[in-house]
């Protein structure tokens, strides 16, 4: 058998690897480009659909300053009182033509004075328009296109609208598709997107339940496609955006490609016959380092820059390559740029967030969720999301099973439910959950806090629960009295008649102390808390709060002692205000001491301040923290009597004497409850050294 020659057998190894490593770089370099390619085609049909959606925004913008503009011309005004049909259509036309749009209209009422361009049903678009919303995106008919228009009222004339409108329809598109260089279609919304038949329509119908569209390759015609969803400013599905990119564009540069790396091969085969095994080897290690990258590429390692190397033919493939390598870089640092800002988002979001599995254990957990539910991401990851919110339905069963938002919001695309949580250290929790599905099988619920407005809610009802309460009893008891007078009066005494004069009078003065206090509660609340300095006598307040509460105290057979200093200094303040303070302590006095008894009225006079306090001798103070006594709707429990009150009192003579640089000091003993009220003396010459 004929042995080959050594130069023969360097050429044929020179070739055959050469061939060899030629096939292997083109096979896994086509490969790759032919998944750029791919990748890089969808991404720009897809970018290009979502400038279509931005584009068709600017042009609802444009709309609404057209339509802004338009209402506030004065010929407009003027043509309009004056209801110059010929005149207003004309001017309309001028309009419409100038502003290059397709069509507007003036309506009174919701109803056509002129319209110029295409005829659509104005009266219905009025009847559906949305006043909030700067444009509206609408279709008015079977296979007709899209209406984006904008809506304005005359200023100073609200029955009069105008609107401006453009149609999206062929024309729209194809000015589009000049501009961008791609294929453009807007789809209205209808059948033809509900009912898929087809590839094409089940791309448009998956484009509706995603926020930026979808894209692939429709290999039977031969298209890159992305769908993209369009919305009205109110976030109503109205269409589709899709755009259309050829295949053939992008295989040209593959195959391209291709018969440069076959022309090479071919090449190289030649040359390789024809040089010695130096060269063979000199053009096999650049080869083979293109090949280590592009399986390093194919591995996922996009960091390494791929090496420079000289020749002309391995040169541009390597260029192409390493210029396909910076573009998936710069792709991927975008995706984590992008899941970075979310993950940003998530987190400073105040509401708390966590999404699970299909078996509803929790796949991940932002901050706020874990503080709310009282622990951290590390404990309640991949645990069963009932074990760690632990809500408590009805009958102390778990709603995880039947009423569960998760497992609704699977079926019906969206659930919101309140839950009420006991977390691991015992607390009550009440939250809102609105869970929501996302793709890949996960689910994204959101809490809201809503402990405090629900104890606010309990609060507010039993406050409005006191107050009918409060109103009801003395109304219920001057009604009676009133009928008693209409029924009896010619047979009643002198006496029955009194009584019941003076029954009413109590309930009355009950309510309108009762109304007193709310008053000046909303006026506090409300921040006008003005006080009208004067100078006043605290004589003639003590004795004019005496006199509204002494049918109060007549009825219960209470005695008032006054022993005040003499004379008492006057004090700077709204006298009007300080009457209230006493009127509330001498309320409070006659409701909490037995009938019969005793109530003190006393004094003390200090060189800076004056005190006057009411002693009652009641079954003393509740056991209370001192400031919780001063609080708004302070009640006791179990030991107030039958007309009780709203607990506004003793709050409203503190912050009105806290208004007057005062304070209010309560102290209980055997004998009874003492309020003591201490009030700055109004400086006098004496005190002044004049």
Known sequence: MRRLSLSTLLVGVNVTLLLLAVASVATVAVRLLQRLADDQALARVAQTGLIVRQQIGVSGEALHSSAQLLSERPTLRRLVDQHDQGALQAFLTQFTQTDLLDGTVVMEHGQVLAQVGTAVPWASLWTNRRPNDRYFLQSYGENEPLLAGAWATLPGAEQYTVAAMERLDQRYSSRLSTELGLAVTIVPSGPQIVEARNAEEVLRGQAFATADGVSTRLADRALYRAAVPLRSPSNESVGIIEVDL???????????????????????????????????????????????????????????????????????????????????????????????????????IIEGVFSVDSERRIHYLNPQAAAMLGTTPELALGRFCGDVLRPQ???????????????????????????????????????????????????????????????????????????????????????????????????????????????????????????????????????????RRQRVALDEVIEEALEMMRPLLD???????????????????????????????????????????????????????????????????????????FERFMRTSGEEPEQGGVGLGLWLVKSIVERHGGQVQATSSPEGTRMSVILPREATHENSGR
């Open 393 to 531: 339905g009805a009958h102390g069963i778990r709603p995880c099973a039947e009423h569960c938002p998760i497992i609704h919001a699977r079926f019906r695309g969206g659930a919101r439910a309140t839950e009420h949580l006991v977390l691991a250290n015992g607390q009550h929790r009440t939250v809102v959950v609105t869970s929501a599905p996302i793709a890949g099988g996960l689910q994204v619920q959101v809490l809201r806090d809503e402990t405090e407005i629900e104890a606010a809610r309990r609060a507010r009802d039993a406050i409005l629960a006191n107050i009918s309460h409060e109103f009801r009893t003395p109304l219920s008891a001057q009604l009676a009295s009133i009928e008693l007078l209409l029924d009896q009066l010619p047979d009643l005494t002198i006496q029955e008649i009194e009584q019941l004069v003076s029954s009413q009078q109590r309930g009355t003065l009950r309510l309108r102390q009762l109304i007193d206090n709310l008053l000046e509660s909303a006026r506090i609340e409300a921040g006008r808390q003005q006080i």
């Open 555 to 629: 009825q219960q057979g209470q005695t008032v002692v006054i022993d005040l200093p003499y004379p008492l200094p006057l004090v700077s303040g709204d006298g009007r205000r300080l009457t209230q303070v006493f009127v509330n302590l001498l309320g409070n006095a006659q409701k909490f001491a037995p009938k019969g008894s005793t109530i003190q009225v006393g004094g003390s006079v200090e060189d800076t301040t004056v005190t006057i306090w009411v002693q009652d001798q009641g079954p003393g103070l509740p056991t209370v923290n001192g400031h919780a006594l």
């Open 246 to 348: 050829p295949t053939a564009s992008v295989a040209r540069s593959v195959t391209q490609l291709v018969s440069t790396l076959l022309f090479l091969a071919l090449s190289l085969t030649l040359v390789a016959a024809l040089v010695s095994l130096v060269l063979g080897r000199k053009l096999g290690r650049p080869l083979s380092a293109l090949t280590d990258a592009a399986a390093s590429m194919g591995r996922g390692d996009l960091l390494t820059p791929l090496p420079v190397v000289p020749s002309a033919e391995i040169g541009t493939l390597a260029t192409t390559l390493e210029e396909m390598r910076r573009r998936l870089l710069q792709l991927t640092n975008d995706l984590r740029h992008q899941q970075a800002e979310a993950q940003a988002i998530v987190t400073g």
